[in-house]
């Protein structure tokens, strides 16, 4: 049985950390479902944090 191939979805992320280099600005990104919730999850890629503001484009 073949695995479903899954679309990206664009989705716009921001990071909130202070002191982050790159906080409150917002970047456009393609992302893939997860299987298990959160359906999306993203790190920063300046600080390392979790970030957890992120909404369809």
Known sequence: MDEEEVEPVMMKITCHT???PVAEETFTEPM???ASP???RAVCGQCGQTVTDL???
């Open 38 to 40: 959160p359906t999306f």
């Open 32 to 34: 893939c479902p997860n």
């Open 18 to 20: 202070v002191g982050c």
């Open 55 to 57: 909404v369809p484009a």
